[in-house]
């Protein structure tokens, strides 16, 4: 069993795992707490026209990915912002026009894309050395972005409105945690894949959410619960020979079940204490 961590493949999924779930904690609070959370997974879902492009062109996977990511990122803030009452058509459109552009890159790029799949649902044992740095990187710009504008960040997570009134750009925060969306979104394909990544942005940050009194607390819980089920996935995944990013999102499902259970149990017993 301790065999499988001298693997250098199953040292950089673990490494791999970690960074992602802590990137995934972070920004998933944030688009909870600002309820963002559809516009998250039109991005997620979008973000195949960039690998569709990327396999077309010939370059990186995380660059075309994320490229078109930032674009869908910056068009859903613009549309949002100045189109809010139509916001559900634009989402469903810019979900599926996404989509349809990575299917047809994919059709007209010559030879048989096996590895298509692991985009979408995850493939964490591929991951390379330079797919641990793009990774890295990302989490360390979002911790240096929160910890520069946390103050901003909070107060037009609770009151946009009120923020703006006192000079606070609420319009350029809310863009940036778009971007932060999509740039996790970019660096989970390997990790859950597109189909899943809003699964792992969301299921450890709502135990969170219940358990922490604060934006920062949950942060960091978020980040730990998440990857503590990306490393059980992981694991899961390799003793039974199950698709990663599948394995880690029934994970964290059974995680967020365990926590309505001991809570009920919790609530019923402190009830009956009081009575």
Same mark, same amino acid.
């Given at each position: 069993m301790?065999?499988?961590?001298?693997?250098d493949f199953?040292q950089?999924? #673990?490494i791999?795992g970690?960074?992602?779930?802590?990137? !995934?904690?972070i920004?998933?609070s944030?688009?909870?707490?600002?309820?963002m959370?559809?516009?998250?997974g039109?991005?997620?879902?979008?973000?195949?026209?960039?690998i569709g492009?990327?396999?077309y062109?010939g370059?990186?996977i995380f %660059?075309?990915a994320?490229?078109?990511?930032?674009l869908s990122a910056l /068009?859903?803030?613009?549309?949002? =912002?100045?189109?809010?009452?139509?916001?559900?058509s634009?989402i +469903?459109?810019?979900?599926a026009v996404g989509m349809a552009?990575?299917?047809l890159f994919t059709?007209?790029?010559p +030879?048989?894309?096996s590895d298509?799949?692991?985009?979408?649902?995850?493939?964490i %044992?591929?991951v390379s050395k330079s797919?641990?740095?793009? #990774?890295?990187?990302l989490? !360390?710009?979002i /911790?240096? %972005?929160v910890?520069?504008?946390?103050r901003? $960040?909070l107060a037009?997570s *609770?009151d946009?409105q009120?923020?703006? /009134?006192?000079g606070?750009?609420?319009?350029?925060?809310?863009?940036?945690l778009?971007? +932060?969306?999509? #740039?996790?979104?970019?660096?989970s394909?390997?990790?859950?894949g597109?189909?899943?990544?809003?699964?792992l942005m969301? =299921?450890?940050? *709502? $135990?969170?959410?219940?358990?922490?009194?604060s934006?920062?607390?949950? #942060?960091?819980?978020s980040?730990?619960?998440?990857a503590?089920f990306? %490393?059980?996935? /992981?694991l899961a995944s390799?003793?039974?020979?199950?698709?990663?990013? !599948?394995?880690?999102?029934l994970v964290s499902?059974?995680?967020?079940?365990v *926590?309505?259970?001991?809570?009920?149990?919790?609530?019923?017993i402190?009830?009956s204490?009081?009575?």
């Amino acid at each position: 069993m301790m065999e499988i961590f001298t693997y250098d493949f199953m040292q950089n999924a #673990m490494i791999a795992g970690i960074l992602v779930s802590f990137c !995934a904690g972070i920004v998933g609070s944030l688009i909870v707490v600002n309820r963002m959370v559809f516009l998250a997974g039109g991005i997620a879902h979008s973000s195949y026209g960039g690998i569709g492009m990327a396999l077309y062109l010939g370059i990186p996977i995380f %660059l075309g990915a994320g490229i078109f990511a930032a674009l869908s990122a910056l /068009l859903i803030a613009w549309l949002t =912002i100045e189109h809010r009452e139509r916001i559900d058509s634009f989402i +469903g459109l810019i979900w599926a026009v996404g989509m349809a552009i990575g299917v047809l890159f994919t059709d007209i790029t010559p +030879g048989y894309h096996s590895d298509l799949m692991s985009y979408l649902f995850g493939s964490i %044992l591929a991951v390379s050395k330079s797919d641990l740095y793009a #990774m890295a990187l990302l989490l !360390a710009v979002i /911790l240096l %972005l929160v910890h520069r504008y946390y103050r901003e $960040i909070l107060a037009v997570s *609770y009151d946009s409105q009120y923020a703006s /009134l006192r000079g606070i750009p609420s319009r350029l925060v809310y863009t940036m945690l778009l971007l +932060g969306a999509a #740039m996790t979104v970019v660096v989970s394909i390997k990790v859950v894949g597109l189909i899943l990544v809003i699964a792992l942005m969301t =299921i450890p940050t *709502y $135990i969170a959410e219940r358990v922490t009194r604060s934006l920062y607390s949950m #942060m960091i819980v978020s980040g730990i619960l998440a990857a503590i089920f990306t %490393l059980c996935g /992981l694991l899961a995944s390799y003793i039974f020979d199950l698709t990663s990013g !599948a394995s880690i999102i029934l994970v964290s499902a059974t995680g967020l079940m365990v *926590y309505f259970v001991v809570s009920a149990i919790y609530r019923r017993i402190l009830y009956s204490t009081e009575e």
